[in-house]
Every structure is written in C-alpha cells, then in structure tokens.
C-alpha cells in the first residue's frame, strides 16, 4: 500500500528553527509536495521537489532524497504566523497526490 | 494567476436536504479538478477525481449518488451533497490542476464548510 508518515505535533519557539521529516512508500514517484494549512483553510503551495537535495525560499526549505523515500522542511526563524499544519503530499505513479496526515507545528514566544 | 474559488465558504442545512458547492478556476483552465473532504484534526481526503466533460471518478468509500459532481467546463466543477445528513458534516475543498504546469501542481479553493443539522 501506499503511505507517508509524519509526526503528529511539534512544538518549538519563536525565532528558532524547526525540521518537519517526511517519509514516504508509494507506487511510483513524480515529486512531492509540502503545503501550509492553517485552520480552517485551505492548504497553501510551500514547496516542489522531484530531484534529490536542497530547494531554498526565503526562510523555507526543502529536502528530498528519493533513494531513501525521504524529505524535510526546515523552517528558520520561525515566526507566530507559522503555526499551522504542514501536509507532505507525493504525486505516485498514476499522478495522484498521496497525503501524509499533517504535523501540527505549534509556536511558542 | 491560478486562483480558485468556492462559493459558499460556509452553509448550514437542515437534515435530508441537498447542497450544491461551485468550484471555480478564474484565470485558467483546470483541466482536472479534485473534491476533497476534511475532518477537524484530520488530513485531506480525497473523494472524487474528475476531467471536463467525462464522468467523475470517485474514490472507494465514497457514494457517487449521494456526492454529485458535475464538470461542465474547463472552469468550472460543481458538487452537489444530497440528502444531506449530519454524518456529512465536514469541510469541503476543491482543487484544480493545469497539465501546462510541468509538475502538476493542484491549486486549492478556500474551501466550504458544510454544517447539516
């Protein structure tokens, strides 16, 4: 079956920085994606990786490593706006978007 | 670019009744878009696929008579909750894709909460 995990909660301070790993099983592989869904909304486009390494914007990052089935967000300087849920989503084979369950990232000053 | 919208944002309705949700691509042409239901403390679930002028694919669990999806053109797709009931409480949310887009990227509405009372 098809699966992507991610912890549930994290909690960290404001101005610090915070890595969100993903990882993830599915039927083929066309990229993932990380998305910001504060609550109540919609989700909002973070972040597109298809190759391995390191894609950099502003205080976001994203990793991948697609031998290892492997991806993180990094988000620095963290701010009190930036608590939200971050969803890890994959494009299988079939070009279908696969969604993890979302980590809930809770910011404290 | 690559805005769409949901009309309503919210609707309550009483038990048994039957709602319509509009999504809409408003300065491009979707050419698949996607209905997705989410529970409170829950991820993304998606309901039903569907193409401009085919029939939706919906995913196993989900009830094609009970969700309506209509997609009548390349900008707008329309799902209809019949005979509602409070079970189908939740928030709705549409998304669309553009196959230019190389890596397909889905653009989501600002969602529709759905109350049945």
């Known amino acids: 079956g098809q699966n992507i995990d991610q912890p549930t909660e994290m909690t960290a301070t404001e101005g610090a920085i915070v890595q969100i790993n993903c990882t993830y099983q599915?039927?083929?592989?066309?990229?993932l994606f990380w998305y910001q869904q504060h609550a109540g909304e919609a989700p909002t486009f973070l972040s597109y990786?298809?190759l391995d390494g390191l894609e950099e914007k502003g205080r976001f990052s994203s990793f991948l490593s697609r031998s290892k089935g492997y991806s993180y967000l990094l988000l620095k300087e963290l701010q009190m706006k930036d608590s939200a849920s971050y969803l890890c989503?994959?494009?299988?084979?079939?070009?279908?978007?696969?969604w993890g369950a979302g980590t809930k990232l809770i910011i404290k000053p | 670019g690559a805005v769409v919208s949901q009309h309503p944002s919210w609707v309550i309705c009483k038990s048994g009744t039957s709602v319509k949700i509009e999504c809409r691509s408003l300065?491009?042409?979707?050419?698949?878009m996607f209905w997705y239901r989410q529970f409170p403390k829950q991820s993304l679930m998606l309901m039903a696929t569907?193409?401009?002028?085919?029939?939706?694919?919906?995913e196993q669990g989900v009830e094609k008579d009970k969700f309506l999806i209509n997609h009548a053109s390349l900008t707008l797709s329309t799902l209809t909750v019949t005979s509602a009931h409070p079970e189908d409480s939740s928030f709705y949310i549409c998304?669309?894709?553009?196959?230019?887009?190389?890596?397909?990227?889905?653009?989501f509405g600002p969602g529709t909460r759905l109350t049945v009372l």
């Open positions: 998304s669309a894709r553009v196959a230019e887009i190389s890596y397909n990227e889905q653009f």
């Open positions: 300065d491009f042409q979707a050419t698949t």
């Open positions: 569907s193409n401009e002028g085919s029939k939706a694919t919906y």
């Open positions: 599915t039927s083929g592989f066309n990229g």
């Open positions: 990786n298809v």
């Open positions: 989503a994959v494009l299988d084979s079939n070009y279908q978007l696969i």
